[in-house]
């Protein structure tokens, strides 16, 4: 079989150190994938493009919390009962299988079980067992019984479970985001597609809230005529943010914001624009907590669409799970413009009366009295410990009173971008790849944008001269200190050690040479034009700031 | 009981938004802490500023492997059967305790075992079933029996597991350093110390692969009239890195400068000076894994001094156990100056004479015999299945033949600064801490150091009159785009909203006012001199990046 270009981006990945298959020298395990010395500072820096975004543009405030989830947040939010992947065991190959994974890619799981069509891949017996497996790591907190947690499966509870926190540090204005970046579990039955489907991954999670009355963005207007590329399962289409909103396409304006702004962030970070589109999902994909979801997907040449990131109205579904669990008031408020003043009656227990008729028990009855609606005291009659006392009407009061209310509580409403990071990156490689031969020999570049890439500048001697050397040294340490990723090479031809920057997709070059001995200047090297132009020293820092930074 | 510095800072960090306990809502657990908005930034920029460090200043490599790390990995490691923490039961209070933490600070735990003198804390009973619990959470890969793993107790394997590949990525030159930053756990028995004693905590490590025949370091000349603070467990004094090494106080230069690049870490961070000291790790006190350890101390009035950083000699444990346990060729190669000519003898296996005599058993006793030594030849017998067959001298020759040597073989050794994140944070957060009173307000300040603060500067319009506001938040946006983190704020005096940013560290706040109309200059205010200077408006991006990064 020729090589495709997963194989061919991942043996670079390998061989330059990007991605490794991780435990290898245990035999591995499918689904996990380290990242080398340059996959890292790829990631670092996507992960840091994408705070600039949803920080700094967006407004976004971040949080971290613990990857070990309290059994009680999981259950409340449905993942323990809902998070699950239909299986198949087979009882002769001793092996399980997602049943989505080995039918015909035509018909539907619910189809392959109605009409009985499953088959071991690997055997051929026919299995008719499917149920639904948990994919949560789970672990117990503290020794013998301890306290049963799970890995998180997203990094969104974290936030959800600290609402009340974040709208008092958000003096209690909406809309505001919460974003989360950090690892997501998810223990597949039997992982495929490589680094596309890991069991540990990068996630980048926003979790915006909005007043479900007002889904509008204060940023809306920047973005309204910007395009986005839609797909409705039957065609792709262009349309205009704006459009998209008022014509239905996309349920609200909020929505819409946050799927231009994850084109913007997705394109800026080095997607080919032509293998990129938004796909809703069919009613029947829904998460349990979605209401509506676009996923960002991006196309590869091996596995066709892949879903990178997914745009959620997950509306108050998980708010509103967390108080029901908790009881804790996680509720925002809808301050009036003129506090409203309303006559409430309430019931006002008479102790005197109370007391002599019911002894120890009246503390308690005053109790339940006090919190009773005035509408139900018409059977007034209360259960203490499974015994029943009917109260006489002489033992309360109902008095009216004027109250003050400055607003109304209500349960907010959560759009929610969440990113697949490593994902995200496998594309940007795949995207930015390209070969060819130059002199006989095979040549690579990753045209990675420059402020995403690994190394930012390639530092060299043109000879190992000492005085040379020197100079190219002292460049390499005065970038660095400027913060300035570089890489130091003095050994092969000055070709070979382009060639060695492209391929891991510096996009500068710096050489040294004995001209520098006499102008102070060096030449600089772009990556995709080949262009070399002389530069001073002393203007280096500035030059390179100004291409890798904001 | 007056509140202590740490109850102050911890109040001040829940409020502010630097830490919330964990899961509070369903109730909490001990030993987990959520970075708010503000802590979160405050870890971001501390980690970037550790990676300035090592790798811009020392030239490391960064890799990022999995959080969920295989059981053979741990095994191989020495973790399963050494990471343990001696523990005891009691039945009548169903609770389990660390018995370092129950007895009394002034004896051993080997002398109170012996003395059988450990007693519950809460009943009082005798506890005598001193035990090693391992303090790893542990889950599974997969479903049914699927595969064991655990939550990996420090980032350090995933660095040793790769060390093939990263050897080969250096170019096979030592020493070279790989660091990681990313969780480690601890399944503590009963966490107390609130957030010094994490079970889910934040590492920084560095691995650094030495020659044992030199362990200097290239740099070491820049830092050796620097002096170190260190304890002798006797006293504190100060030494210069150079005496440090060559009076033998630290083994090595390898040690000694990794130790200089941990204080000056520190101290720029933010720690106090005076707060600061290197212990050296007793006999008894030593990890599994090392032969010498420092642990950078820092003072807390409540805690007195907690190791913060452990700066230790793993020497070649580690990849000598991945070598046995795993197989894999771990090793590095010194090359000689010139290659050596070697005569060896081999055995070469006479398959005419070997396959009529052991028929179907001849092909594996040849490669038995390839495999053999020289001097082995004088007993010759091999076992296969079970079964010893003697091998006539016929069968074989004895072939002299040259080889040519380039260099030995041998395994590193790894020196390893190892910190905990979330201890500095802390640390940073009450050394910088300080409070009084303005006008009979209490006052707060955090003397963050700019480079780590969470919010860089403060952007208030003076009063909230259309035209200064427009400016106000302009200038918000710029400096939002330039990656500077700002903090709008328009409600309250301007007093107090300095006196809001002082308390949450941002060092400078910049109020827009009626004159900005007229001069297009901004009033800029320093959170640490109170100094107010007038500064265009078109100079703020460069001035503020001057004080916030490199």
């Known amino acids: 079989m020729p090589q495709d270009i997963y194989d061919k981006v991942m043996m670079l990945a390998k061989r330059r150190g990007f991605i490794y298959p991780s435990f290898e020298i245990y035999g591995g395990v499918a689904g996990f994938y380290d990242y080398g010395p340059l996959g890292s500072q790829l990631k670092n820096n996507v992960e840091n493009l994408w705070r600039h975004f949803y920080l700094l543009k967006d407004n976004c405030i971040e949080i971290n919390t613990p990857t070990i989830t309290l059994y009680d947040v999981l259950k409340a939010s449905g993942h323990v009962d809902e998070f699950t992947d239909l299986t198949v065991d087979c009882k002769k190959c001793k092996r399980s299988y997602k049943v989505e994974d080995i039918i015909d890619k035509n018909i539907s799981v619910e189809?392959?079980?109605?009409?009985?069509?499953?088959?071991?891949?690997?055997?051929?017996?026919?299995?008719?067992?499917?149920?639904?497996?948990?994919?949560?790591?789970?672990?117990?907190?503290?020794?013998?019984?301890?306290?049963k947690a799970f890995l998180r499966p997203e990094t969104a509870q974290g936030i959800f479970t600290n609402f009340h926190l974040l709208y008092r540090h958000s003096r209690e204005k909406l809309p505001f985001g919460i974003i989360q970046v950090g690892k997501g579990?998810?223990?597949?039955?039997?992982?495929?597609?490589?680094?596309?489907?890991?069991?540990?991954?990068?996630?980048?999670?926003?979790?915006?809230?909005?007043?479900?009355?007002?889904?509008?963005?204060?940023n809306f207007d920047d973005v309204k005529d910007k395009k986005l590329f839609l797909f409705d399962n039957e065609k792709e289409f262009e349309i205009k943010v704006k459009d998209a909103v008022s014509k239905k396409v996309v349920n609200n304006e909020a929505l819409a914001y946050y799927m231009c702004l994850t084109q913007?962030?997705?394109?800026?970070?080095?997607?080919?624009?032509?293998?990129?589109?938004?796909?809703?999902?069919?009613?029947?994909?829904?998460?349990?907590?979605?209401?509506?979801?676009?996923d960002a997907e991006l196309y590869s040449e091996r596995f066709g669409w892949v879903e990178c990131v997914g745009i959620a109205d997950r509306s108050a579904y998980d708010l509103n799970a967390h108080i029901v669990s908790s009881g804790v008031d996680m509720y925002a408020l809808r301050k009036y413009d003129e506090p409203k003043i309303l006559n409430r009656k309430?019931?006002?227990?008479?102790?005197?009366?109370?007391?002599?008729?019911?002894?120890?028990?009246?503390?308690?009855?005053?109790?339940?009295?006090?919190?009773?609606?005035?509408?139900?005291?018409?059977?007034?009659?209360?259960?203490?410990?499974?015994?029943?006392?009917?109260?006489?009407?002489?033992?309360?009061?109902?008095?009216?009173?004027?109250?003050?209310?400055?607003?109304?509580?209500?349960?907010?409403?959560?759009?929610?971008?969440?990113?697949g990071i490593d994902r995200v990156l496998y594309f940007i490689l795949e995207h930015n790849y390209s070969e060819?031969?130059?002199?006989?020999?095979?040549?690579?570049?990753?045209?990675?944008?420059?402020?995403?890439?690994?190394?930012?500048?390639?530092?060299?001697?043109?000879?190992?001269?000492?005085?040379?050397?020197?100079?190219?040294?002292?460049?390499?340490?005065?970038?660095?200190?400027?913060?300035?990723?570089?890489?130091?090479?003095?050994?092969?031809?000055?070709?070979?050690?382009?060639?060695?920057?492209?391929?891991?997709?510096?996009?500068?070059?710096?050489?040294?040479?004995?001209?520098?001995?006499?102008?102070?200047?060096?030449?600089?090297?772009?990556?995709?034009?080949?262009?070399?132009?002389?530069?001073?020293?002393?203007?280096?820092?500035?030059?390179?700031?100004?291409?890798?930074?904001?």
Chains 1, 2 share one sequence.
């Open 111 to 147: 189809q392959a079980i109605k009409e009985d069509t499953i088959k071991c891949p690997t055997c051929g017996k026919k299995l008719s067992d499917a149920h639904p497996v948990n994919l949560m790591f789970s672990t117990t907190i503290g020794i013998g019984e301890g306290r």
């Open 185 to 218: 579990y998810r223990n597949e039955i039997s992982p495929r597609q490589g680094t596309l489907r890991q069991r540990e991954f990068a996630m980048a999670e926003a979790e915006i809230f909005f007043d479900p009355n007002n889904k509008s963005h204060p």
């Open 264 to 294: 913007e962030f997705l394109l800026f970070a080095g997607v080919n624009p032509k293998k990129f589109r938004f796909r809703k999902h069919g009613s029947n994909e829904l998460a349990h907590y979605a209401t509506e979801c676009w």
């Open 346 to 419: 309430k019931i006002v227990p008479k102790m005197n009366v109370l007391g002599p008729l019911f002894k120890d028990k009246a503390g308690v009855i005053k109790e339940h009295l006090e919190k009773m609606e005035v509408k139900d005291t018409k059977k007034l009659s209360i259960i203490i410990d499974d015994k029943a006392f009917t109260i006489p009407k002489d033992c309360y009061e109902i008095v009216e009173s004027e109250e003050k209310i400055t607003g109304e509580k209500f349960v907010p409403h959560v759009i929610e971008p969440s990113y």
């Open 436 to 550: 060819g031969k130059k002199k006989d020999e095979e040549y690579r570049v990753l045209k990675l944008n420059p402020i995403v890439a690994p190394i930012k500048v390639g530092v060299f001697p043109l000879i190992n001269d000492k005085k040379l050397v020197d100079i190219a040294e002292d460049i390499d340490r005065t970038l660095r200190k400027s913060s300035i990723a570089t890489y130091y090479d003095d050994s092969g031809s000055i070709g070979r050690r382009y060639a060695r920057m492209d391929e891991i997709g510096t996009p500068f070059c710096i050489t040294v040479d004995h001209d520098t001995l006499k102008d102070n200047a060096v030449t600089v090297r772009e990556r995709d034009t080949a262009k070399q132009e002389r530069k001073k020293m002393a203007e280096l820092v500035a030059f390179l700031k100004d291409k890798i930074s904001f």
